[in-house]
C-alpha cells in the first residue's frame, strides 16, 4: 500500500480554505449575528468639537414609538473610563497624567462624535428617531484642531486643568553625543514635514452585541475583535467585576488593521443595556461614525536633521516629533510614537541619536495604532531625510545608503534606542531591487517621458520594522473522535488566513490533510489567555507553538499507535492521517486512535515558544511615477518589492500582505488625509472626501524575498504583516519627489501628493 504525504508543510503555496465561505457569502460577521429578541442601539453623539454640556429632559425620547432604554452619563456612574496603561516615563521620570474616556460624556464633549448618550429600541432607525428628542445643551468653545499649532500661544486647551496641550514628553538617546557628533560634521541636512493622519476604513464596519446570561450571572459579547482576551480584561475592568463574568466572542472579522483591538464605548454600553433589559442588544456602526469615532492613526509633525562628514557618513542625528493623541488618551496611543521613534536610525549605522517626542491633546478623534503603530512614521521620516542628505551631497540615493547600511558582519547589531537587531544583509536586497527595477536604465524612461510631455521619478526605501514583540502565544491542540485535529490559539484572523498557515505546521508535523484541521479562535470560555493579533505577531509566535503543539501531539499518537499494533513508538510514521509501522502494511488510523486512546490527555498536545527579543524584517521598495504637469496627475508605472522575511511559511500567503500593505502606503502618500477644519469639524468624513486608492491606481507589483533566516526565532520566521505599509509610503513619496526635483527643482511635497498639491507646486515653482 503507497500513502502519499500531503505536501502542505511550511514552505507551500497552500490556498486558504477558508475563502470559499468568504467567496459564497457564506461568511459570519458580526452584524450577521440575530439573536432572539434582539433589540438596536443608537449613540448620540456631539456635533461640536468641544462644549460644556447639560442633558435634560430624556422623557420624550422614552415615550417615544419601539424605545425601551435610554442611557446617558447620569446613569452610569458605577461603572469605570476606558483607560491606557501604556503611558511611558518622561525625561523626569514621572509618567504623565492620563485623560480617560468616559463611556458616556456627562458635563463635557471633546470631540465631534464624543458619546452623549445611548438609546436602546426595537430597530435602529427608532433609537435614532428618539435620540433627536433628547434634550442637550452645547456651550460650545473654541477647538483645538491643528497639530502643529496646538502648543502655540492662544491655542485653546483641550483640557484647561492641565495648563497646556502637552500629553507627555518622551526622550531617546544622548543629547551631549549627538551635539558632539553635529559639531564635527561637514555637512547637515535638515527637514521638515507632516505624516498626515489616516482613517483606517476597514471593510467591516465595527459592531457589537451584548447579552446577559441570567442562570450564569454574566455579561456576553460578541464583536469583532483582533483579541478577545485583552478586551474581556479591560471590560472586567470597566464594570469592575471578574474576568470569567463577562464571556467575549468573535466571529469572523473583515479587517483589523490595529482599531480592531481596541474597547471602545459601545462594548460597555450594549452589554449594560443587556443586563437592564434582559433582552440582547445590538449595535452596527455606520461609515460616518467609523470616520467620527474608531481611533484614526499617524500625525505627526516632524523636523529632522542628520549630520554627516565630508564622505556622506552618518554620524549623529536629530529629530523632534509632535504626536496628535486626539482629545483622550486611547488604548495603546502614548505607546505609537515612543515604539516609532525607537527604530529611528533604522538599517543605518548611525552612532549618535537624540530624538524628543511631544503628545498633543487636541479636540479631534483619539489616535492610536495603525497598521505598522509608529514603524512605518520611523521609517518614512528616515529614508525622506536619507534622500535629503543625498541631494544636499549631490550622491545617487543607493550609494548614500550603500555606504551607511549597517553591514552583515556587524551582527549583533545593537542601536542607540537598544533594539538588538539579530540579522540582516541591507546591501543585498537593495541591489536585488535595482536590478530588478531596472533603475540603471532609468534615464532611458525618463526621455520617453519628456517625449510625451509627462514628468517621471524614481524612489526608494530600505527599512527595517520590529515585530512579534518579546512574549509567547501558546497553543493547545486535539485529536477527535473523527480523526481530525482541533487547533485553539489565542491571536485572532481579521483575514490574513490564520486558519491555513496554523494548519501548515500541524500538517507538517501529523502529516494529515489540511482539510482535516481545524482552528479556533476569538472565544475566552474556549482558551483561557491569549496575547491576541498585532505587531505581525501570529505566525512569528503562534506559528513555533502551533509547529511544536504538533509535535507533542504526533508523539502522543505514536505512543497509543505503538501500543495497539504492538510496535515500538519508534518504529512509527505519521502519514495521510494515520499511524503505521515502517516499511509494512501495518496501519491504524487516527480515528481509530482517538477511540483507542485511555486518557483524555493523551490526546492533547501543547507547544510554547517564548521569544525574548523583536524580529526585525527588512527590505527594499522601489517605485516609479509618471505625473503629467498639466493635471498633476500620478501614475504608479512600477514598483519593486525585495524583502527579507527570514523564512517563508506561504508564498501566496505572503505575497497578498505585502501587497495589501503596499496599497495602504501608497493610499497615505498619494491619495488619504483626514482634514479636521480650525472648529474641530471634521471634513473628510466620508469617502466622497476621504480618498481611499483604487485598482487603477495601482500597478502590477514585482515582489519576491532574499530571506535571512532569524537567529531569534526558533523557525527562523521574521513577520511580514505590517512591513508592506512600512516600505511603501516613504518609497512613493520619494519617487514622486524626484520627479518634481528633476523637472523643476522642488525639493518637498507634503502627504499626501495628490493632484491639486502636485499641480500647485508645479505652477509655483514654474512663476518663479
Given at each position: 500500500m503507497?500513502?502519499?504525504?500531503?505536501?502542505f508543510?511550511?514552505?507551500?503555496s497552500?490556498?486558504?480554505?477558508?475563502?470559499?465561505?468568504?467567496?459564497?457569502?457564506?461568511?459570519?460577521y458580526t452584524?450577521?449575528i440575530?439573536?432572539?429578541?434582539?433589540?438596536?442601539?443608537?449613540?448620540l453623539?456631539?456635533?461640536?468639537?468641544?462644549?460644556?454640556?447639560?442633558?435634560?429632559?430624556?422623557?420624550?425620547?422614552k415615550?417615544?414609538?419601539?424605545?425601551?432604554?435610554?442611557?446617558?452619563?447620569?446613569?452610569?456612574?458605577?461603572?469605570?473610563?476606558?483607560k491606557?496603561?501604556?503611558?511611558?516615563?518622561?525625561?523626569?521620570?514621572?509618567?504623565?497624567?492620563t485623560?480617560?474616556?468616559?463611556?458616556?460624556?456627562?458635563?463635557?464633549?471633546n470631540y465631534?462624535?464624543?458619546?452623549?448618550?445611548?438609546?436602546?429600541?426595537?430597530?435602529?432607525?427608532?433609537?435614532?428617531?428618539?435620540a433627536?428628542l433628547?434634550?442637550?445643551?452645547?456651550?460650545?468653545?473654541?477647538?483645538?484642531?491643528?497639530?502643529a499649532?496646538?502648543?502655540?500661544?492662544?491655542?485653546?486647551?483641550?483640557?484647561?486643568?492641565?495648563g497646556?496641550?502637552?500629553?507627555f514628553?518622551?526622550?531617546?538617546g544622548?543629547?551631549?553625543?549627538?551635539?558632539?557628533?553635529?559639531?564635527?560634521?561637514?555637512h547637515v541636512?535638515?527637514?521638515?514635514?507632516?505624516?498626515?493622519?489616516?482613517?483606517?476604513?476597514?471593510?467591516?464596519?465595527?459592531?457589537?452585541?451584548?447579552?446577559w446570561?441570567?442562570q450564569?450571572?454574566?455579561?456576553?459579547?460578541?464583536?469583532?475583535?483582533q483579541?478577545?482576551?485583552?478586551?474581556?480584561?479591560?471590560?472586567?475592568d470597566?464594570f469592575?467585576?471578574?474576568?470569567?463574568?463577562?464571556?467575549?466572542?468573535?466571529?469572523?472579522v473583515?479587517?483589523g488593521?490595529g482599531?480592531?483591538?481596541?474597547?471602545?464605548?459601545?462594548?460597555?454600553?450594549?452589554?449594560e443595556?443587556?443586563?437592564?433589559?434582559?433582552?440582547?442588544?445590538?449595535?452596527?456602526?455606520?461609515?460616518?461614525?467609523?470616520?467620527?469615532?474608531?481611533?484614526?492613526?499617524?500625525d505627526?509633525?516632524?523636523?529632522?536633521?542628520?549630520?554627516?562628514?565630508?564622505?556622506?557618513?552618518?554620524?549623529?542625528?536629530?529629530?523632534?516629533l509632535?504626536?496628535?493623541?486626539?482629545?483622550?488618551?486611547?488604548?495603546?496611543?502614548?505607546?505609537?510614537?515612543y515604539?516609532?521613534?525607537t527604530?529611528?536610525?533604522?538599517?543605518?549605522?548611525?552612532?549618535?541619536?537624540?530624538?524628543?517626542?511631544t503628545?498633543?491633546?487636541?479636540?479631534?478623534?483619539?489616535?492610536?495604532?495603525?497598521?505598522?503603530?509608529g514603524?512605518?512614521?520611523?521609517?518614512?521620516?528616515?529614508?525622506?531625510?536619507?534622500?535629503?542628505?543625498?541631494?544636499?551631497?549631490?550622491?545617487?540615493?543607493?550609494?548614500?545608503?550603500?555606504?551607511?547600511?549597517?553591514?552583515?558582519?556587524?551582527?549583533?547589531?545593537?542601536?542607540q534606542?537598544?533594539?538588538l537587531y539579530?540579522?540582516?544583509?541591507?546591501?543585498?536586497?537593495?541591489?536585488?531591487a535595482i536590478?530588478?527595477?531596472?533603475?540603471?536604465?532609468?534615464?532611458?524612461?525618463?526621455a520617453?517621458?519628456?517625449?510625451?510631455?509627462?514628468?517621471?521619478?524614481?524612489?526608494?526605501?530600505?527599512?527595517?520594522?520590529?515585530?512579534?514583540?518579546?512574549g509567547?502565544?501558546?497553543?493547545?491542540?486535539?485529536l477527535n473522535?473523527?480523526?481530525?485535529?482541533?487547533?485553539?490559539?489565542g491571536?485572532?484572523?481579521?483575514?490574513?488566513?490564520?486558519?491555513?498557515?496554523?494548519?501548515?505546521?500541524?500538517?507538517?508535523?501529523?502529516?494529515?490533510?489540511?482539510?482535516?484541521?481545524?482552528?479556533?479562535?476569538?472565544?475566552?470560555?474556549?482558551?483561557?489567555?491569549?496575547?491576541?493579533?498585532?505587531?505581525?505577531?501570529?505566525?512569528?509566535?503562534?506559528?513555533?507553538?502551533?509547529s511544536r503543539a504538533?509535535?507533542?501531539?504526533?508523539?502522543?499518537?505514536?505512543?497509543?499507535?505503538a501500543?495497539?499494533?504492538?510496535?515500538?513508538a519508534?518504529?512509527?510514521?505519521?502519514?495521510?492521517?494515520?499511524?503505521?509501522?515502517?516499511g509494512?502494511?501495518?496501519?491504524?488510523d487516527?480515528?481509530?486512535?482517538?477511540?483507542?486512546?485511555?486518557?483524555p490527555?493523551?490526546?492533547?498536545g501543547?507547544?510554547?515558544?517564548v521569544?525574548?527579543?523583536?524580529?526585525y524584517?527588512?527590505?527594499?521598495?522601489?517605485?516609479?511615477?509618471?505625473?503629467?504637469p498639466?493635471?498633476?496627475?500620478?501614475?504608479?508605472v512600477?514598483?519593486?518589492i525585495?524583502?527579507?522575511f527570514?523564512?517563508?511559511?506561504?508564498?501566496?500567503?505572503?505575497?497578498?500582505?505585502?501587497?495589501?500593505g503596499?496599497?495602504?502606503?501608497?493610499?497615505?502618500a498619494?491619495?488619504?488625509?483626514?482634514?479636521?477644519?480650525?472648529?474641530?469639524?471634521l471634513?473628510?468624513a466620508?469617502?466622497?472626501d476621504y480618498?481611499?486608492?483604487?485598482?487603477?491606481?495601482?500597478?502590477?507589483f514585482?515582489?519576491?524575498?532574499?530571506?535571512?533566516?532569524?537567529?531569534?526565532?526558533?523557525?527562523?520566521?521574521?513577520?511580514?504583516?505590517?512591513?508592506?505599509?512600512?516600505?511603501?509610503?516613504?518609497a512613493?513619496?520619494?519617487?514622486?519627489?524626484?520627479?518634481?526635483?528633476?523637472?523643476y527643482?522642488?525639493?518637498?511635497?507634503?502627504m499626501?501628493?495628490t493632484?491639486a498639491?502636485?499641480?500647485?507646486?508645479?505652477?509655483?515653482?514654474?512663476?518663479?
Amino acid at each position: 500500500m503507497t500513502v502519499v504525504t500531503p505536501k502542505f508543510g511550511m514552505g507551500a503555496s497552500v490556498l486558504r480554505g477558508e475563502d470559499q465561505a468568504f467567496l459564497k457569502g457564506l461568511g459570519r460577521y458580526t452584524d450577521d449575528i440575530q439573536p432572539a429578541d434582539l433589540l438596536h442601539g443608537y449613540v448620540l453623539r456631539s456635533p461640536v468639537a468641544k462644549a460644556s454640556i447639560t442633558v435634560g429632559s430624556t422623557e420624550a425620547a422614552k415615550a417615544a414609538p419601539g424605545v425601551h432604554l435610554v442611557l446617558t452619563g447620569a446613569d452610569l456612574a458605577h461603572l469605570g473610563k476606558l483607560k491606557s496603561g501604556v503611558m511611558q516615563r518622561q525625561p523626569d521620570g514621572t509618567k504623565a497624567p492620563t485623560r480617560d474616556i468616559p463611556v458616556l460624556c456627562r458635563d463635557r464633549v471633546n470631540y465631534v462624535g464624543d458619546a452623549v448618550a445611548f438609546v436602546v429600541a426595537d430597530s435602529r432607525a427608532l433609537a435614532q428617531d428618539a435620540a433627536e428628542l433628547i434634550e442637550v445643551d452645547y456651550e460650545a468653545e473654541d477647538a483645538a484642531s491643528g497639530t502643529a499649532t496646538a502648543l502655540d500661544e492662544g491655542t485653546p486647551l483641550v483640557w484647561p486643568e492641565l495648563g497646556s496641550n502637552r500629553a507627555f514628553s518622551y526622550h531617546i538617546g544622548d543629547q551631549a553625543k549627538t551635539a558632539a557628533a553635529f559639531a564635527r560634521a561637514a555637512h547637515v541636512t535638515r527637514i521638515e514635514f507632516i505624516n498626515n493622519r489616516l482613517v483606517c476604513n476597514y471593510i467591516e464596519p465595527r459592531s457589537a452585541i451584548g447579552e446577559w446570561n441570567t442562570q450564569e450571572n454574566r455579561f456576553v459579547l460578541t464583536t469583532g475583535s483582533q483579541g478577545v482576551h485583552s478586551m474581556q480584561y479591560i471590560l472586567a475592568d470597566v464594570f469592575k467585576i471578574k474576568k470569567n463574568q463577562l464571556r467575549v466572542i468573535t466571529p469572523d472579522v473583515g479587517g483589523g488593521f490595529g482599531p480592531k483591538s481596541f474597547v471602545y464605548r459601545e462594548h460597555p454600553l450594549v452589554l449594560e443595556a443587556a443586563r437592564r433589559l434582559g433582552r440582547p442588544v445590538k449595535w452596527a456602526g455606520d461609515r460616518t461614525e467609523h470616520f467620527l469615532t474608531d481611533a484614526q492613526g499617524r500625525d505627526n509633525v516632524v523636523t529632522a536633521e542628520m549630520a554627516k562628514d565630508k564622505d556622506g557618513r552618518f554620524l549623529g542625528m536629530k529629530v523632534d516629533l509632535l504626536a496628535n493623541i486626539g482629545a483622550y488618551v486611547s488604548q495603546y496611543g502614548p505607546f505609537i510614537p515612543y515604539i516609532g521613534v525607537t527604530m529611528s536610525t533604522g538599517v543605518y549605522d548611525i552612532q549618535a541619536l537624540d530624538v524628543s517626542v511631544t503628545g498633543l491633546y487636541t479636540n479631534t478623534c483619539p489616535v492610536d495604532a495603525y497598521r505598522g503603530a509608529g514603524r512605518p512614521e520611523a521609517a518614512f521620516l528616515l529614508e525622506k531625510l536619507v534622500d535629503a542628505c543625498a541631494h544636499d551631497l549631490g550622491l545617487p540615493v543607493e550609494e548614500i545608503r550603500r555606504r551607511n547600511f549597517i553591514r552583515p558582519e556587524q551582527f549583533p547589531y545593537r542601536t542607540q534606542t537598544d533594539r538588538l537587531y539579530d540579522t540582516g544583509e541591507f546591501a543585498g536586497h537593495m541591489d536585488r531591487a535595482i536590478e530588478e527595477a531596472e533603475w540603471q536604465a532609468f534615464p532611458e524612461r525618463l526621455a520617453q517621458s519628456k517625449v510625451a510631455g509627462k514628468i517621471r521619478g524614481i524612489g526608494m526605501a530600505t527599512y527595517i520594522e520590529a515585530c512579534a514583540f518579546a512574549g509567547s502565544e501558546p497553543a493547545f491542540v486535539e485529536l477527535n473522535g473523527d480523526g481530525t485535529v482541533t487547533l485553539k490559539i489565542g491571536t485572532q484572523t481579521n483575514g490574513q488566513g490564520h486558519a491555513t498557515a496554523y494548519a501548515q505546521f500541524l500538517s507538517e508535523k501529523l502529516h494529515l490533510d489540511i482539510k482535516k484541521i481545524h482552528v479556533r479562535q476569538g472565544d475566552t470560555d474556549e482558551l483561557k489567555a491569549g496575547g491576541g493579533t498585532g505587531g505581525s505577531r501570529s505566525i512569528p509566535l503562534g506559528g513555533v507553538s502551533a509547529s511544536r503543539a504538533g509535535e507533542d501531539l504526533a508523539n502522543k499518537i505514536k505512543r497509543i499507535a505503538a501500543d495497539e499494533l504492538e510496535a515500538s513508538a519508534d518504529d512509527i510514521e505519521l502519514s495521510n492521517g494515520a499511524a503505521r509501522i515502517v516499511g509494512t502494511d501495518r496501519m491504524i488510523d487516527f480515528s481509530a486512535i482517538a477511540k483507542a486512546a485511555k486518557n483524555p490527555d493523551d490526546l492533547k498536545g501543547f507547544g510554547e515558544f517564548v521569544q525574548d527579543e523583536c524580529t526585525y524584517p527588512n527590505g527594499t521598495h522601489i517605485c516609479e511615477v509618471e505625473i503629467d504637469p498639466d493635471t498633476g496627475m500620478t501614475e504608479i508605472v512600477r514598483y519593486t518589492i525585495v524583502d527579507d522575511f527570514g523564512v517563508t511559511v506561504n508564498p501566496i500567503l505572503l505575497a497578498g500582505q505585502v501587497h495589501g500593505g503596499v496599497v495602504q502606503g501608497i493610499g497615505q502618500a498619494l491619495t488619504e488625509n483626514t482634514v479636521y477644519d480650525q472648529d474641530g469639524q471634521l471634513l473628510t468624513a466620508s469617502f466622497m472626501d476621504y480618498a481611499m486608492p483604487r485598482a487603477d491606481d495601482l500597478p502590477f507589483f514585482h515582489f519576491e524575498t532574499r530571506n535571512v533566516p532569524s537567529t531569534t526565532n526558533a523557525l527562523g520566521i521574521k513577520g511580514a504583516g505590517e512591513a508592506g505599509t512600512i516600505g511603501a509610503t516613504p518609497a512613493a513619496l520619494n519617487a514622486v519627489t524626484d520627479a518634481l526635483y528633476r523637472a523643476y527643482g522642488i525639493r518637498h511635497i507634503d502627504m499626501p501628493a495628490t493632484p491639486a498639491r502636485i499641480w500647485a507646486a508645479i505652477q509655483e515653482a514654474a512663476a518663479k
